[in-house]
């Protein structure tokens, strides 16, 4: 990599219309001011179709795309939804997701742009050509046929063949719009770097198509569920709850399920940020049933087997391991033997450790650097919260004297676009330089997270002129 940087905002988190952000106007616009600034990448949270907590990283399917991004403007000029269906559809407000109304409205509108969509062999041929989507839309079809119980107990002789159609249609139109949003941005300059959860959800189409790849039982329940020990996020730990890979059975099968995961991210994306890479040296293992994840147990994963996999299939696309938390010395030897940048987070580096690499002036080339991500506060959020004696040292490390914290984190967005990480992104919460009523996740909280949106009068607010100056000060023009 050449030194660049970007901007981390999650495609829900886009002025829009429709209770959400999506695929229209707003998304356009943002490519827009991107390439104004002078940005080079636009980092996204994964976008598959999220649970029932709103969060992008567990889903039906690892690889389906997420409905609610659908712009309706695009489906009323294509005439498959009315005036009114659309104007019924628009939101009570611009600065949360409404997900309670998306959920209960999103699905039956595009339920009736599918019955008055014609061409259905166009969206055959698509799911003829993208086999896990297809799987995805007849798991969803069992799903409503079984009246939503779990997938173990289903009588797969049902089908709602109208629950087919409408999530084939929805898939269709999804990767339809997105390829021309893509093509848009990167006629500008800008790049995608996607998101890649390591783990899949229980009841997900991966886990009932093909679960001798799990760790499960006889009953086809778990065994074991993942997660991570207590750590600077939780006192307990985090029990996210997802089926553990079989990876003797992965790997038996040469990587084919990752393989394949790589290689459909990368159709969608310039990039990629594989999440929880120490996962693939050693994973956390949590008893089915535990109350929370202190009795789990680190186990070997499939270390450089899988991440020879990767590298085969990805090429000289750009894979970024996110290696934060812990860091043994085998994970360190799997990052080195794979030669990803790994991420150096700013607010991760006055924990104590005064050679943390978290530091700024630690930061090799190869490296991603973030002021946050999106488990972090914001960066003004966080700032506001340390006790006095880290604060007044994170302000005499970016040299800021001054009253007014917000230019404080002026200075730390400086300090780290003059670091050596080849490639810096910023969430766009941390450029607004906005609080922690903005946050975007709080990890082991499930409600209240995931809602963030920013209007278009605020990112007019921001000078693209001087963001563009200083990313010429630091060589990231």
């Not at 991760?348 to 005064?354: N, S």
Request: proline residues 5%; charged residues 25%.
């Amino acid at each position: 990599m050449k030194r660049q940087d970007g901007v981390l905002m999650h495609v829900s988190s886009l002025p829009g219309e429709f209770s959400t952000g999506d695929f229209g106007r707003g998304a356009y616009a943002f490519v827009d001011f991107l390439a104004e600034c002078g940005f080079s990448y636009w980092q996204v949270l994964p976008f598959c179709v999220p649970d029932e907590c709103a969060s992008p990283y567990k889903s039906y399917s690892a690889f389906s795309g997420n409905p609610y991004f659908i712009d309706l403007n695009a489906l009323y000029e294509e005439g498959l939804i009315t005036a009114d269906e659309r104007e019924a559809a628009k939101q009570k407000s611009p600065y949360l997701s409404e997900f309670e109304r998306l959920e209960r409205e999103r699905l039956p509108l595009l339920a009736k742009a599918a019955e008055r969509f014609a061409d259905f062999d166009a969206i055959e041929a698509f799911l003829e050509a993208q086999p896990y989507i297809r799987r995805f839309c007849l798991f969803m079809a069992y799903k409503a046929a079984n009246n939503d119980a779990p997938w173990r107990t289903w009588d797969t002789e049902k089908r709602c063949d109208k629950t087919y159609r409408t999530w084939a249609f929805a898939e269709y139109t999804f990767f339809t719009q997105w390829k021309r949003l893509k093509a848009y941005a990167n006629e500008k300059g800008i790049k995608f770097l996607g998101d890649i959860p390591i783990y899949v959800a229980y009841e997900s189409a991966d886990v009932f198509s093909e679960p001798h790849l799990f760790q499960l039982d006889e009953d086809n329940l778990p065994k074991a569920v993942a997660g991570v020990p207590p750590d600077y996020f939780s006192e307990d730990g985090q029990m996210w709850g997802n089926p553990l890979y079989d990876w003797d059975a992965i790997a038996k099968e040469g990587f084919g399920f990752w393989r394949s995961r790589i290689a459909h991210m990368l159709t969608l994306f310039d990039g990629v940020r594989l999440d929880h890479f120490r996962g693939f040296d050693t994973y956390y293992s949590i008893p089915y049933g535990a109350p929370n994840a202190r009795s789990g147990k680190w186990c070997k994963g499939p270390g450089r087997a899988l991440v020879k996999a990767i590298k085969e299939v990805a090429g000289d696309a750009l894979i970024v391991a996110e290696d934060l938390g812990e860091m043994a010395p085998s994970v360190e030897k799997l990052l080195s033997y794979s030669g990803f940048p790994g991420m150096r987070v700013f607010q991760f580096g006055f924990l104590g450790d005064e050679e943390s690499r978290h530091l700024p002036h630690n930061y090799g080339k190869n490296a991603v650097a973030y002021t946050g991500t999106h488990d972090n506060n914001t960066l003004l959020g966080y700032i506001w919260e340390v006790d006095p004696q880290t604060r007044r040292k994170i302000f005499d490390y970016v040299g800021f004297k001054g009253e007014d914290w917000r230019d404080g984190c002026e200075n730390v967005l400086r300090s780290v676009l003059a670091s050596h990480a080849d490639l810096v992104i910023f969430p766009i919460q941390d450029i607004l330089l906005y609080g922690r009523d903005t946050r975007m996740n709080t990890p082991g909280v499930a409600e209240g997270n995931w809602a963030y949106r920013v209007t278009a009068e605020q990112l007019g607010r921001i000078d693209c002129r001087r963001l563009a100056y200083l990313k010429r000060l630091y060589d990231r023009a």
